[in-house]
């Protein structure tokens, strides 16, 4: 079966099947990848004819005792599958239900609206842990309720089905998205339960060729809650799952990625952790193999290029080629070492995966062209100069904390202005008109790194990592690294561009460490057409 | 030997005041408790012999017979030296094993661990807090959120009386605990403030909880002292700023407190009066820094005064500091020693000059700091005999 053929097959399935009709709705969360065993792609659901319908249902497992599930659960082929990827294209339309069934919290201690009115999700209302709602991290849809609106947005568990429905950009950059849960208030919790996915706008090979017809391997990262996490959270250090895969060094669990020797593969990598810093690398007999870079934050780079170490912050992804081991070689995915800061948490290098060359491998599906419709791909776009820049603002990322372990209190508040945590109830921080360029300088007043993060909107990253990128990169997260004591605060400077029509509208940005921004560190800024 | 030598190293100033307290004259000591969070060996407190010019001698370390977090609340004293007519005490809190350790100073011996309730039994995660008041002793178990009331007997022990459970506004648990005469006020981690009645012993709640100013902001109180006349109290606490509240409390409850800010540097995790009460000596917890500001005691006014650089090693060596404490019970206190926090066992003890120039103030390290402290220790709370003496 060609790949275009099962993507059909998929689509049909994925348009035919909800849990109230075809198939059995479980009670929990199905079960996921045993440890060391072969890694696997997600299941997929694909958009056919310009549409991509899809039912998820987020179920929680194991109330009282960790480690607690929560998973997004939806329908492939007549089976029931956790977090499955989501194909479109360029100007296709999703229309996502989900039905929040999450049961962690007991119905007796939970906040309830004291209204006998229906609820509406879009109105906030009150809320409980188990509230939640879905942000499409990245996608440049708008932020009204049912598509981009992840802040106010509350469906409870005892809601019926909540619609989103929005159609990609038809320039929309070809990549690598996520979703996942954004209530405050219980959005890590989510996260770290394992509800996120992946959403993959196709025509990657329309902006880097040579990526066409390569296997496509999929890997996501999430962070695990442990048996004893309720005794050390938040974490002494992180903990990973690799494609729910658990990763335990100390158990000498790893997730096994099996490649047929020599091989040359497409990897999409996404870091679907709350709180975790990956420095990932290919780890061949103890020396780092370069890979080949097309596309960081869902948006192809200009010129691919050659790296050793991918660093993603926690939201982010990454898409390269990678050339399989030889057989026989001690091949490895490592974390190599990277610094979270002076008060950061222990982020120590380590093995993620083995990488196994194997002659009998099962390598994954081909990546498939996209389009044919007639539409064009839009894979680059132009930053504006400096002429174009209407204001500089200045920000900081802060910290304030009364222990060694808090509380803390966390903030990103505009220059000039007293910290204070984000309060969705209060006007955005900034305002800005369509037709503007802005140049925002963001400083890291704490010991502990931090990642920038804007919600539905690309930024061209103009210095970043005490570093000028050779040519200005779209991203739509950046890593902020910590202060290390002397001298000045370490700063990011990127660009946003706000004179495409469309602009306009309510967005969030926030550092992308998911109990910080809950914490706190979240602002908004309105664009007024 | 080491005793020894600390008998030759007490200075005169202090000698009058021991004595009077029937404590042996040959000590001048700062303690630390070293809050170590392994198991084996047990967590120590220790102690270092003061010098005529400062400069500590040691560490001398002594079990406590249980074991620390290694880290939790900047606002608490983990750490308390209580002088009676005929003897002085150190207690120091074992969070890990939530209970009390008691020494006699002359002996250096453990006296005893005590206990609250089985209901204290509970990780107190963020440090068991101290302070005595009249003949109490008081304690704050962050696990259970109880204050508990111990009565002192002779000998360093403890017998336990009773115990509240105490919770904020927004059910915060009890934080920084200070007592002056039959008030008891105390700092919350949601970022309420209130006092208790204490005259009976066991805290009596008052009806003045309030949150702090700025709480909504970047303020979170944790830390508090009291003027020795008891009419004012001093809060400090987490911020991105140096800010500190001053609050009445001479009517026998907390009014609202005051606003100062101080400087820019980061937080305020820790505020302690000078013998003389004319300077705050504030611990920057989270930057680093030592700040002094002018107090006035009779109007509760404070002013800007002065902020030590970064102290050596920030960052490289230590990550946060704990609680000031003055060389000398009178004046402005002499020199001030600082806990250097170090998660990893490697604490150090920080030791700065205060300067006089032009109507202000500067704090400097001076050469010998940091002296090192014991193996192990994670420290943020020490003490210095004699003690301020209120």
């Not at chain 1, 992804?317 to 091949?331: D, H, M, S, T, Y």
């Not at chain 1, 380590?350 to 491998?361: D, E, F, G, W």
Request: glycine letters at 10%; one cysteine or more; proline letters at 7%.
């Amino acid at each position: 079966m060609t790949r275009a053929t099962s993507r059909q097959v998929l689509a049909l399935v994925a348009c035919a099947i909800h849990f109230s009709s075809a198939t059995a709705q479980p009670e929990d969360c199905v079960e996921r990848a045993s440890p060391n065993s072969v890694v696997e792609n997600p299941p997929e659901l694909v958009a056919s004819a310009g549409s991509l319908k899809v039912a998820l249902t987020m179920r929680s497992q194991e109330m009282m005792e960790f480690p607690l599930k929560v998973c997004l659960l939806g329908a492939a082929n007549g089976k029931i599958v956790e977090a499955p990827t989501l194909r479109l294209d360029p100007a296709d339309e999703l229309d996502l239900s989900l039905t929040n069934r999450l049961t962690y919290v007991a119905s007796s201690e939970q906040t309830t609206a004291t209204s006998l009115a229906p609820h509406d999700p879009c109105t906030g209302g009150a809320t409980a842990t188990t509230s939640t709602n879905i942000d499409f991290d990245g996608l440049e849809i708008p932020t009204t309720c049912h598509q981009g609106e992840s802040s106010t947005t509350t469906i409870e568990n005892s809601d019926p089905a909540f619609h989103y429905r929005f159609r990609i950009p038809a320039k929309h950059p070809p990549g690598l998205y996520w979703y996942h849960p954004h209530r405050l208030g219980s959005a890590t919790l989510q996260l770290d339960g394992g509800a996120s996915g992946i959403l993959i706008v196709g025509g990657m090979e329309k902006a880097h060729p040579e990526v066409a017809g390569l296997p496509e391997r999929i890997l996501v990262f999430r962070q695990r809650l442990d048996e004893d996490e309720s005794d050390t959270w938040p974490p002494e250090d992180y903990r990973y799952s690799l494609n729910f895969q658990t990763i335990s060094p100390a158990e000498e669990q790893w997730p096994v990625i099996q490649m047929k020797p020599g091989v040359k593969e497409f990897w999409r990598v996404a870091n679907a952790s709350a709180q975790g810093f990956l420095a990932l690398q290919i780890d061949y007999e103890g020396i780092a193999q370069p890979v080949n870079l097309v596309a960081l934050d869902g948006v192809p780079v200009r010129t691919s290029r050659s790296l050793e170490t991918i660093e993603l912050p926690p939201g982010g992804r990454a898409e390269f080629i990678v050339n399989g081991p030889a057989l026989g070689q001690k091949a490895r995915l490592i974390q190599a070492r990277f610094d979270t800061g002076p008060t950061g948490i222990d982020n120590a290098p380590r093995q993620l995966a083995q990488i196994v060359a194997a002659p009998s491998a099962r390598e994954p599906q081909a990546l498939a062209t996209t389009g044919g419709r007639g539409r064009v791909f839009r894979t680059t776009r132009t930053m504006p100069d400096n002429r174009f820049v209407t204001k500089v603002r200045r920000m900081y990322l802060a910290e304030a904390t009364n222990g060694t372990m808090g509380p803390a209190r966390f903030f990103l508040t505009l220059e000039g202005r007293r910290p204070a945590a984000f309060d969705p109830h209060e006007p955005p921080a900034v305002t800005i008109h369509v037709g503007a360029v802005e140049d925002w300088v963001i400083a890291n007043h704490s010991g502990d790194i931090h990642a920038f993060h804007v919600l539905h909107r690309h930024f061209f990253l103009l210095q970043g990592n005490g570093e000028k990128p050779a040519e200005p990169e779209l991203r739509d997260t950046v890593t902020v690294p910590a202060w290390d004591g002397v001298g000045p605060y370490p700063e990011v400077r990127i660009r946003l561009d706000f004179r495409v029509p469309g602009s306009a509208g309510v967005f969030e940005f926030q550092d992308q460490i998911s109990n910080l921004a809950e914490a706190g560190m979240m602002a908004r800024f309105r664009v007024m057409p | 030997m080491k005793k020894s030598l600390i008998a030759l190293l007490l200075p005169a100033c202090c000698a009058g005041q021991v004595a009077a307290s029937g404590v042996p004259a040959a000590t001048h000591f700062l303690v630390t408790n070293d809050d170590v969070q392994r198991q084996d060996p047990p967590s120590t407190v220790s102690f270092f012999a003061i010098g005529q010019d400062g400069a500590l001698a040691g560490p001398d370390p002594v079990s406590t017979g249980g074991n620390g977090m290694a880290g939790g609340f900047f606002g608490i004293d983990r750490l308390v030296i209580v002088v009676n007519r005929d003897e002085a005490c150190v207690f120091a809190s074992n969070a890990q094993s939530e209970n009390i350790a008691g020494f006699d100073v002359r002996e250096r011996k453990l006296t005893g661990l005590f206990k609250g309730t089985v209901d204290d039994i509970k990780l107190a995660r963020a440090g068991v807090g101290l302070a005595r008041g009249g003949d109490y002793l008081y304690a704050t178990f962050s696990g259970s959120g109880n204050i508990a009331a111990f009565r002192m007997r002779p000998g360093c022990k403890l017998d336990f009386s009773g115990e509240v459970h105490a919770g904020g506004l927004s059910g915060g648990i009890a934080e920084g605990l200070a007592i002056r005469g039959k008030l008891m006020v105390v700092t919350y981690g949601d970022g309420s403030l209130g006092s208790f009645d204490v005259s009976n012993g066991l805290p009596v709640a008052h009806d003045d909880m309030r949150y702090a100013p700025g709480v909504r902001e970047d303020f979170n109180p944790g830390a508090v002292d009291i003027t020795r006349d008891g009419h004012y109290a001093i809060f400090g606490g987490g911020a991105t700023q140096t800010e500190v509240q001053v609050a009445d409390i001479s009517s026998g409850r907390l009014a609202t407190p005051t606003v100062y800010k101080l400087g820019p540097a980061w937080g305020a995790g820790s505020v302690r009066l000078s013998p003389d009460e004319r300077l705050l000596y504030v611990s920057n917890s989270a930057g680093g820094r030592v700040t002094a500001a002018f107090f006035d005691k009779s109007t509760g006014k404070l002013k800007k005064g002065c902020t030590s650089a970064p102290l050596k090693g920030f960052y490289k060596s230590f990550t946060y500091i704990g609680a000031v404490a003055t060389e000398l019970p009178s004046g402005s206190g002499g020199l001030l020693y600082v806990p250097e926090f170090d998660s990893h066992g490697g604490s150090r003890i920080g030791i700065l000059r205060l300067g006089w120039s032009n109507g202000g103030c500067s704090l400097s390290e001076t050469m010998d700091s940091p002296a090192r402290g014991s193996s192990g220790a994670a420290l943020l709370s020490i003490g210095v005999y004699p003690p301020r003496p209120f």
